[in-house]
């Protein structure tokens, strides 16, 4: 099997920022997990650098525009790196092998009759290098670019029937349902199919830099139609005709959401003209926003990845981006949230979770572990669900649920450990055997969960597996034999240096009781927060100083949740842990109400939620929400509830 991946090509007027590094990390994340699970993978990055901006920019700095874009070339790859991105091929659009392309494709599109003359009359966004319609303007401006005023262009154009190909579009889209994904990506194009389309200029007159028309050599390619023909040509349209029927039609675009239409309607028409087949998929993410704010170079928000990756490394930047953005969802970076997301899901639990196994592997068995025994307990079932759920979830490009399946493991294994206590088994002289499995069952789970996490995190996840015993190239493991649950052979553990220092300062402004440190056991005073079962402080404040507006009260997600799971959680006497289904994920939350409800009395119980809730961990489970219930001075909590069946994820208000 093959897998022919690519991402946008990027305008080189400046340097990355963290949307871009988002779709190559994401794209990057694609390609490991491919060739994770044995698939011969051709993963294709590269530079767009016929843009009119590029031109300018270039001109600015008093370069030769190729000399400049070779000094961004070098630029763009050094950032690809730092961040660990694995693409095979990285193509320029001022490359021989792409201008060949794009000279076939259009004189085929021409021979056809599909490319024609005209004039064109309309606005022009300089940042986009597009041509926008009246109805699309906000207030005269670009939408995508506020700070421009489009200009008004009247010029001698040569136009390729894009109009003509709508219904061929449709048919295609109505038999190919997954042609464009996510679903509401697919639905905004066939509302645009629907709507009819344009015919699209394909030409610049009076330009130098750009790849001549074949048949109207004083003409330019218009930027637009230039760049799309990028994925052929790296695959050698025009050039290879043998690597070409290897490695076409590309199996899957990963483009921003604010270029689809060219991706999914404009690309696929030119294709269909040249006779050339379509790619198989074309995927749309969604943005990352700063701190709520679109990231963009023109409107001075973006963030560039080189200092973010800084901060932790490549590894942290790439599971953030991952697991908290719903993939084909917008997204918000922060770094106050992502120094939250370091401490909590890296130093406080996967990282602390390596060290701890690692010492204790040395401690009472001088770092050699091999089964004694059958596993038993939690890691009995959990490693073969979450391997499964998380094969589906990658193969849907569903990543952000993948990186939350893996976290399952870890909550799990560190559940295994805090039932278990090996270090009170290691009193108990008849308890060897035991104490050996159960660390031997931590260490696999960690193996295990390494192997899944190594397309997010490739380097971090290395280095656990070495300090688990695995010997041989991360890039020799292969899903489908490394992938499952092992309770055979002996490993040798080995100790390092703390993966993930934790940030103090993030503990704090969360109110987490905690003992700091990788290598010990991370401790919750056993307090639950929230209104079930919260103890609150003296109020001293008087009722008027303590009012809120309605706009701060419509902040909390207040939601209707089934409970799926219930169990207590050991060596607590007020917390129960809830699987719960929010109608639209479903998710852990840590309630303080075991002395009221049984596990078994809350299975199947419509709750309400706060859905809202930044995590926090509580007797090593971390919680995703709060649970409400009433709780009188002196007794117990009552849940609250309805008097008719209500859906969950109804918002209650």
């Not at 894009?162 to 509401?184: I, M, Q, T």
């Not at 759920?389 to 849907?396: G, W």
Request: a neutral charge.
């Amino acid at each position: 099997m093959r897998f022919y991946l690519t991402t946008a090509i990027d305008y080189v007027n400046s340097r990355p920022h963290l949307g871009t590094a988002y779709e190559k990390i994401t794209a990057d994340v694609i390609a490991r997990y491919k060739r994770l699970t044995g698939v011969e993978t051709h993963f294709l990055m590269g530079n767009d650098e016929h843009s009119q901006n590029v031109y300018k920019r270039a001109l600015e700095r008093g370069l030769d525009p190729r000399v400049y874009c070779d000094r961004m070339e070098e630029e763009f790859r050094t950032v690809w790196k730092q961040l660990d991105i694995s693409f095979d091929d990285f193509i320029r659009t001022t490359e021989p092998r792409h201008t060949a392309a794009v000279q076939k494709l259009t004189r085929r599109c021409f021979d056809k009759g599909d490319i024609y003359e005209g004039r064109y009359e309309g606005w022009y966004c300089v940042s986009c290098e597009a041509f926008k319609q009246e109805k699309d303007l906000v207030e005269g401006k670009c939408p995508l670019h506020p700070t421009l005023t489009p200009e008004w262009i009247r010029e001698k154009n040569y136009f390729f029937r894009l109009s003509k190909y709508r219904d061929a579009l449709l048919e295609h889209f109505r038999a190919h349902p997954g042609f464009v994904r996510p679903d509401h990506r697919r639905n905004e194009m066939m509302r645009l199919l629907e709507s009819g389309l344009e015919d699209i200029s394909v030409s610049r007159a009076g330009q130098l830099w750009g790849i001549p028309l074949p048949f109207a050599p004083e003409n330019v390619v218009y930027v637009w139609f230039d760049a799309l023909i990028n994925y052929a040509a790296a695959v050698g349209y025009a050039t290879d005709a043998v690597r070409f029927e290897r490695w076409w039609p590309a199996d899957l675009h990963v483009v921003g959401k604010d270029i689809m239409r060219f991706h999914t309607v404009v690309w696929p028409a030119m294709l269909m003209s040249a006779g050339v087949a379509l790619p198989a998929q074309v995927f749309g993410h969604g943005w990352v926003n700063f701190g709520g704010q679109r990231m963009s170079k023109s409107l001075g928000t973006s963030l560039d990845p080189s200092d973010v990756a800084q901060r932790f490394g490549p590894d942290p930047l790439r599971l953030y981006l991952v697991k908290e953005i719903a993939y084909g969802s917008d997204g918000d970076f922060t770094w106050e949230r992502y120094e939250e997301r370091y401490n909590v899901d890296l130093a406080n639990n996967l990282g602390n979770l390596v060290s701890r196994v690692a010492a204790m592997a040395h401690r009472y068995r001088q770092g050699r572990l091999g089964p004694t025994g059958e596993t038993s307990g939690r890691l009995r079932e959990i490693p073969s669900e979450v391997a499964h759920l998380y094969r589906q979830a990658m193969d849907t490009f569903a990543i952000h649920e993948a990186a939350a399946c893996v976290f399952r493991l870890i909550d799990a294994t560190n559940s295994h450990l805090t039932e278990t206590a090996p270090w009170l088994l290691a009193k108990e002289p008849a308890a060897g055997d035991r104490l050996s499995q159960v660390l031997f069952d931590a260490a696999e789970a960690i193996r295990l969960a390494a192997v899944l996490l190594m397309p997010i995190m490739p380097s971090s996840c290395a280095e656990i597996l070495r300090r688990m015993g695995e010997t041989r190239d991360p890039s020799a493991l292969r899903l489908n034999v490394d992938g499952g649950w092992r309770n055979f052979g002996t490993r040798e553990i080995a100790q390092g240096a703390p993966l993930w220092p934790r940030v103090e300062e993030d503990v704090r402004r969360a109110g987490l009781a905690v003992e700091t440190g990788q290598g010990k056991e991370l401790t919750v005073e056993e307090k639950p927060t929230g209104a079930a079962g919260a103890s609150a402080a003296p109020v001293t404040e008087s009722a008027e100083d303590s009012r809120i507006s309605i706009d701060d009260f419509m902040k909390v997600d207040l939601r209707v949740a089934t409970v799926l799971e219930a169990e207590a959680i050991h060596k607590s006497k007020k917390l129960v842990k809830l699987k719960v289904d929010t109608g639209t994920d479903r998710r852990t939350i840590v309630a303080g109400i075991a002395e009221a409800y049984r596990p078994e009395q809350l299975v199947g119980r419509t709750i309400v939620i706060v859905a809202n809730l930044q995590p926090a961990k509580l007797m090593g489970v971390e919680s995703h929400g709060m649970v409400l219930a009433a709780s009188p001075e002196g007794g117990k909590p009552t849940l609250i509830g309805f008097e008719e069946p209500i859906a969950p994820g109804t918002r209650v208000r």
